[in-house]
């Protein structure tokens, strides 16, 4: 019979991926329509990877509940998953690569974008939350599923200040090549998490 601290645990871990996923979709959704109306990359790619972070709080908040009994959870869900948030992340990466490379040859200046800076100061308050508390109920639970989509929060953070840099030296300096430079400077953290995701690495190691 499952013990009060584990439910508790549990229920926790619903709360925090339910938070992540609806902060994630409106971060997401912003920073995606100030990036194109900016010609950012940075916080276009930004944008992107918020809402592929989306795919991964759901699959956990389900995950959890299943636990609980509140839904059901086939034995292969959370590898598709997994995998098909890394490869979405991949494909990432190449975009950011292709538009970044680009941004640089042609000299084409990306405009300043106040709502972009505001979104990346507040994300940076938020993740860091969010990741601690899931990190906390990922060791009650003695799961490395919830460890590891803690750890793309923390990507998700490292993200918010690079993206920040990147808006802020272009709005301050006027050097709107710290934009794209930002934005390939996310690339190590975007390829290592999606090639861990497709690998599939947390869903192999959870009971």
């Known amino acids: 019979m499952m013990g009060l601290g584990r439910e508790a645990a549990l229920r926790q871990g619903i709360t925090l991926e339910g938070v992540t ?23 276009t790619g930004f944008g992107i990877d918020s809402v592929i972070e989306v795919t991964s709080g759901a699959l956990l908040w389900w995950r959890l509940r299943a636990e609980l009994g509140l839904a059901p959870l086939g034995p292969t869900v959370e590898r598709r998953a997994a995998r098909g948030a890394g490869l979405l992340l991949l494909a990432l990466g190449v975009y950011i690569l ?62 918010s200040a690079t993206t920040l840099l990147g808006l802020g030296l272009n709005a301050v300096l006027g050097w709107w090549w710290a934009d794209p430079a930002a934005a390939l400077a996310m690339l190590p953290l975007i390829v290592r998490e999606g090639a861990e995701a497709w690998r599939g690495e947390a869903s192999e190691g959870e009971d």
């Open 21 to 43: 996923v609806g902060y994630n979709a409106l971060e997401g959704l912003v920073a995606i329509g100030a990036g194109i109306a900016a010609g950012s990359v940075a916080l």
């Open 98 to 159: 292709l538009h970044a490379v680009g941004v640089l040859v042609t000299g084409s200046h990306p405009e300043s974008s106040p709502i972009g800076i505001g979104l990346t100061v507040v994300s940076l308050i938020v993740m860091p939350l969010l990741a601690r508390g899931k990190l906390r109920v990922a060791a009650s639970l003695g799961s490395r599923a919830l460890r590891a989509d803690a750890h793309e929060t923390i990507v998700c953070a490292w993200l």
